[in-house]
């Protein structure tokens, strides 16, 4: 098995990096790669581009970088075992402790020889002091010195301003009452309204897992590697999604945000939960949380929060397949808010990159 985190060849310039390797095991050659495993490897890379960006900071003020949140993973193209993978990732905008870093991954076509883009997402990192894990600020700023740079910069503040919108809408929806959720909720797709198709209630599309994670996942803060969290999450949306539909012709095609609330140590007892929220046409939306339960504390608490967007596919095409199984209505309100919460961000989202798409056609890009 080829290792997932040797770097073959690294170049830097303005603390972009790439890197390429060969991905995935020998053994499973031209079978996908889980997304997960490429959300490990991209939040390895991010890392490593912030730690360069800001290498003689870190030194100096006994720093180092920690992953707060991965935003926009979209997943284009899959992966396969066997593949040659490029990661090109760069910093392009500077908070007060945080770096926000692009990331574009890309797989070598046999046939045409040629690069074709799998995977774009948006890692924001915090630069903390190793001892305290508390934020350091005066952090190093991007030189904004080419028109790339720049046009990078306003796409990142265009999707924060898009991501503010979104969490204003569902703090609106926090506060509806029940009865206005319940006509928000109606079906209004024709596999949803249909009645023949079987119907799950939303707990009972839950899985549950439980694991302590092993000191070879620590990264050098002596935490979780944040990573192996995101991988066990959509290795965990992904099952739940091929739980719910019955068989294992599912994919991951979109992470629309995790937050990372709290690290996670190897004396912890982690459970994680995944959920069914909403059902379209053609995809399984699945939100996910990890819950730790850590000596000395009271009660667990939730240290990561993430959706996931599975689709499925057919095993001999690889086309998508309409969902044949449909969501029973939620029958109590916190499942209600929850469901509701996922229509409307699918509906949000896919309105955002069909808007952001037709900008893009307009203005020759």
């Known amino acids: 098995m080829f290792s997932r985190t040797c770097v073959r060849m690294c170049a830097k310039k303005m603390s972009q990096m790439t890197t390429v390797d060969i991905v995935g095991s020998d053994t499973l050659a031209g079978k996908r790669m889980s997304a997960g495993s490429v959300l490990g490897m991209m939040d390895l890379a991010a890392a490593r581009t912030v730690i360069t960006h800001c290498e003689d900071y870190l030194e100096k ?45 890309s797989r070598r076509e046999l046939r045409t020889r040629r690069w074709e883009l799998t995977q774009k997402a948006s890692f924001i990192m915090v630069v903390v002091d190793k001892d305290t894990l508390r934020p350091l600020s005066g952090i190093p700023q991007v030189e904004y010195d080419t028109s790339e740079k720049i046009s990078q910069k306003e796409a990142v503040l265009s999707r924060r301003a898009v991501v503010k919108e979104w969490e204003r809408l569902n703090v609106e929806l926090e506060q509806k009452p029940v009865s206005e959720l319940m006509k928000m909720a109606a079906p209004d797709g024709e596999i949803e309204k249909d009645p023949g198709i079987p119907r799950i209630a939303m707990h009972d599309t839950r899985i549950e897992l439980r694991r302590m994670f092993l000191p070879r996942s620590l990264n050098m803060n002596n935490t979780v590697f944040g990573g192996d969290v995101l991988e066990w999450m959509e290795t965990g949306a992904s099952h739940c999604a091929m739980n719910f539909v019955g068989h294992r012709d599912v994919h991951t095609i979109a992470m629309n945000r995790v937050v990372f609330k709290h690290p996670i140590f190897t004396h912890d007892s982690v459970q994680m939960t995944c959920d069914v929220v909403y059902v379209s046409t053609y995809t399984i939306h699945i939100e996910v949380k ?76």
């Open 290 to 365: 990890v819950i730790i339960d850590r000596p000395g504390l009271a009660t667990p608490i939730t240290s990561h929060v993430g959706h996931f967007v599975c689709m499925q596919h057919n095993p001999d095409t690889g086309t998508k397949q309409l969902v044949m199984t449909g969501l029973n209505f939620p029958n109590n309100d916190a499942d209600l808010r929850r469901h509701v919460a996922a229509k409307l961000r699918y509906d949000f989202w896919k309105l955002h990159y069909r808007t952001k798409l037709v900008a893009n056609q307009n203005s020759g890009i």
């Open 61 to 105: 003020n006994n720093g180092t970088v920690v992953t707060v949140a991965v935003d926009g993973c979209d997943f284009s193209s899959p992966i396969r075992n066997g593949d040659m993978l490029k990661m090109e990732s760069c910093p392009v905008l500077v908070g007060n402790s945080s770096v926000t870093v692009n990331l574009e991954c």
